[in-house]
């Protein structure tokens, strides 16, 4: 049973640019998170969503960042304009249920670097 | 207030060393509680749930004190291996998402 996946592990974009973030929950998991964590900062939730719905993004920024988990494919986490605040790395989170008491299982994370 | 403050260390011990982390929660509507742990440059990896009782998986034990919004990790015998960053980690009112603390650095040296 392949873990959390994520794509890529590594990317850099000059300011301005688009990134695009990919996420592939665990087989059978169908709620997907994405946390953000700064340099030398602690995780930090963005979204939380299932199978075609946002059902929490209280921690998305307002502007620039935009999330979804389309019925076919992965999860994809996207940063409009990126400036160099968004360096950070990005992980994705997985689980079966909500239920399930949270217990969340994390993908190896996509390191971004803004120029 | 900090959603979840842990003690950031570093905590440097000898191999076979029992050490202890602690963690304080703000949010008294939290209803499940976790240590993670996290190497250098890797994802976050789940050591073990916290329960009211506390529990125990081999040389860790975790104890969880609501009523002082308190959780605890002690490792026995310390191993090398332990080196790592734990993070203390409860979820949000709504149950959607979990808030993580700064993590609590451990070196365990030979």
């Known amino acids: 049973n392949a873990g959390v996946m994520q794509n890529p592990r590594h990317l850099v974009r000059r300011r301005g640019q688009e990134a695009r973030l990919r996420c592939s929950p665990m087989?059978?998991?169908?709620?997907v998170y994405w946390y953000r964590q700064l340099p030398e900062e602690g995780l930090k939730f963005m979204v939380y969503l299932q199978k075609e719905n946002i059902i929490d993004e209280s921690g998305m920024p307002k502007e620039r960042f935009s999330a979804e988990f389309p019925k076919e494919g992965p999860s994809i986490l996207r940063i409009q304009q990126v400036v160099r605040g968004d360096s950070a790395a990005y992980f994705c989170a997985s689980s079966p249920s909500l239920a399930d008491y949270n217990e969340q299982f994390f993908g190896p994370g996509t390191r971004l670097t803004v120029l | 207030r900090k959603e979840v403050e842990q003690d950031p260390g570093p905590f440097n011990v000898p191999e076979g060393a029992t050490v202890a982390f602690n963690c304080t929660y703000s949010n008294s509507a939290s209803q499940s509680f976790f240590w993670y742990r996290q190497d250098c440059r890797k994802e976050p990896k789940l050591l073990m749930s916290?329960?009211?009782s506390g529990n125990e998986d081999g040389r860790f034990t975790a104890q969880l004190n609501r009523a002082s919004q308190y959780i605890s990790l002690l490792i026995r015998d310390s191993k090398l291996s332990d080196s790592a960053t734990y993070l203390c980690?409860?979820?949000?009112?709504?149950?959607?998402?979990?808030?993580f603390g700064k993590g609590t650095t451990l070196s365990v040296s030979s």
């Open positions: 087989k059978g998991h169908s709620h």
């Open positions: 916290v329960y009211s």
């Open positions: 980690v409860v979820n949000n009112q709504a149950g959607t998402a979990l808030i």
